[in-house]
């Protein structure tokens, strides 16, 4: 069964430094990844997916991520951090493309400092 | 276009009363999901529908936990009788079958059991 493992349950940058938020995935097949954003007392959004095709993936609010197949990595990243993006992050997993099987990880609380 | 929809959005019972939580997912979305969002967690899935058919409840404690979607719109979830441990967020999340990889959720119920 797939797995996700997001390292740093709490990530603190500066505004207008780098986010760098970290996740690693395990799974017995090519797997579809993902990033979702949760804002206090709402549900959760989808910042960005990796299916197939180029391994540079671009989402929302000017995050990208890096799916790294030899590193079973999928990290996000954003060049300048804004305070509008202190949230919850949570990189998920699913083994196919029907939805079946999607497994999220334990999230990384972002905090942007002014 | 209406989001997801989910009442209550909040809940405070004492244990052993029963509870239960509404969904109404975006109109077209034939893919429901209710997850279970522990504090500091990432969403673990229950239940999820196509239709109204449950294709997947492997996860949902069926001795106290059920559900139903009977005419394949609007969905509800339900606890009797309710235990301390089941205080959580409960999240609704829909998708359809063109694109069944992008969830779009709900607010969530949160959950309160005394």
């Known amino acids: 069964a797939q797995s996700v493992t997001q390292l740093g349950s709490h990530v603190s940058v500066s505004e207008g430094a780098l986010v760098l938020l970290r996740c690693n995935y395990s799974?017995?097949?090519?797997?579809?990844l993902f990033w979702y954003v949760q804002y206090p007392n709402q549900g959760l959004q989808l910042l960005l997916k990796y299916t197939t095709g180029a391994t540079l993936v671009k989402g929302i609010n000017g995050f990208e991520a890096e799916f790294k197949k030899s590193e079973t990595s999928f990290h996000l990243t954003k060049p300048s951090a804004h305070m509008s993006d202190a949230a919850e992050y949570f990189c998920a997993v699913s083994e196919d493309n029907y939805g079946q099987n999607f497994v999220f990880g334990p999230g990384t609380r972002l905090s942007v400092l002014p | 276009e209406a989001g997801v929809v989910q009442s209550p959005r909040y809940k405070i019972i004492e244990k052993k009363q029963p509870v239960a939580f509404w969904c109404n997912p975006i109109?077209?979305?034939?893919?429901l999901y209710w997850y279970l969002q522990n504090l500091g967690q990432g969403p673990e899935l229950l239940i999820r529908?196509?239709?109204?058919?449950?294709?997947?409840d492997s996860q949902l404690p069926k001795d106290r936990f059920s559900a139903e979607r009977l005419k394949g719109v609007d969905s509800t979830l339900k606890i009797q009788p309710a235990e301390l441990g089941d205080s959580a967020v409960y999240l609704c999340a829909s998708s359809t079958a063109g694109e069944p990889l992008t969830q779009y959720f709900g607010p969530g119920t949160r959950l309160l059991v005394l």
């Open positions: 109109s077209g979305h034939n893919t």
């Open positions: 529908y196509e239709n109204e058919e449950a294709v997947d």
């Open positions: 799974s017995s097949v090519p797997p579809y």
